[in-house]
């Protein structure tokens, strides 16, 4: 699918791999719509895009509420007579297996998940009727195997990638000129470790448990030896131009977990879990 003239709606887009894919998508000749929580992360990213020249606008507001992600629709529609792509990317990550509160994993689950659910909602029928659009979702490494530390955040991500591989199915099925892509990274320079900041306030003293504590350390730490989020841009673009279903950035991390879990399957023993492996391509 071009990028030149078309209009993407990125969510999650004042931060991270969101950003970085706002800057590689606008050198594309794309107009941008960027959706965020944090109004002032927002206003600053829109300012610097429109410094470097880009089309955007932004548009505050909920993921996990559909009437924040058709407000991203109607302002695409609005402002630049279109919407062509939804990156269903914001997304946060909390939550050991054991010893999470329910409302924590229902945290998770609403942006994670709802997120993606309701982009698809509000976009892809606009993109059927136009034949023409591509919807890429975020999921993860962890949303292709089990990672301890993180229940909610892999429960969120299998879901996004089962949700994806779905819609690549049914738009098959349809034969239209929609496609789907579905971002597996391992770790990426971001600010996905400090996702408290966006929690509601009821559950912020989550934040202050030995278990959020310990997994924001460790994670931080294997963010920072990650990926740059602009490496990630730019195989988003290319999957988008090329209609590629699988971005995976960290392609032997990805392919390793597979087949340890299909070895598994077949009665070896279970996965080895290699964070380390997870940072580099
Ligand atoms: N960084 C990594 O190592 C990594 C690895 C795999 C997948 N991911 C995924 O990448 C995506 C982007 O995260 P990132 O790493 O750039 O982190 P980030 O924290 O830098 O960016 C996430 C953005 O989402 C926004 N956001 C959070 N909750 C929101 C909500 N309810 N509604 C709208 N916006 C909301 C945040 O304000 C932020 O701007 C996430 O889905 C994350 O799970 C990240």
């Known amino acids: 699918m071009e990028l030149q003239n078309r209009t993407a709606v990125i969510t999650g887009g004042a931060s991270g791999i969101g950003l970085a894919t706002a800057y ?32 955007v606008i932004g548009v505050q507001g909920d993921v996990s ?12 529609l609005d402002e630049f007579g279109g919407a062509h792509l939804i990156f269903n990317n914001a997304g946060v990550a909390a939550g050991p297996t ?15 998940v709802d997120g993606v659910i309701n982009g698809i909602n509000v976009f892809v029928p606009h993109f059927l009727e136009q034949n023409e659009g591509h919807v890429v979702n975020t999921g993860s490494l962890a ?15 299998f879901a996004v990638v089962g949700i994806s591989e779905s819609l690549f199915h ?32 009821e559950l912020k003293s989550y934040n202050e448990s030995p278990d959020a504590k310990m997994l924001n350390d460790l994670g931080s730490a294997a963010v920072n030896a ?31 977990t597979t087949e340890q879990r299909l070895e598994w399957m077949r009665g070896s023993g279970a996965a080895t879990i290699n964070l380390e492996g997870a940072t580099q391509p």
């Open 24 to 55: 590689k998508f606008a050198e594309l000749g794309a107009n941008l719509v960027l959706g965020d929580i944090e109004q002032a992360a927002l206003d600053a990213a829109v300012s610097r895009l429109r410094d470097n020249g880009a089309k």
């Open 98 to 112: 054991i010893g999470t509160a329910k409302s924590v994993w229902d945290w998770v689950m609403k942006v994670n």
């Open 65 to 76: 509420k559909e009437e924040d992600v058709q407000a991203l629709k109607d302002a695409a």
């Open 170 to 201: 049914e738009l098959g099925m349809r034969n239209t000129n929609v496609g789907v892509s579905a971002l597996c990274p391992g770790f990426v320079k971001t600010r996905i470790f400090e996702s408290g900041r966006n929690m509601p306030n």
């Open 226 to 256: 990650g990926i740059d989020a602009d490496i990630v841009a730019n195989a988003v673009a290319d999957a988008v131009l090329n209609k590629k279903f699988w971005i995976l950035t960290h392609e032997r991390a990805a392919l390793r």
């Open 143 to 157: 949303g292709l195997g089990g990672v301890p530390g993180m229940g909610a955040y892999c429960a969120s991500k």
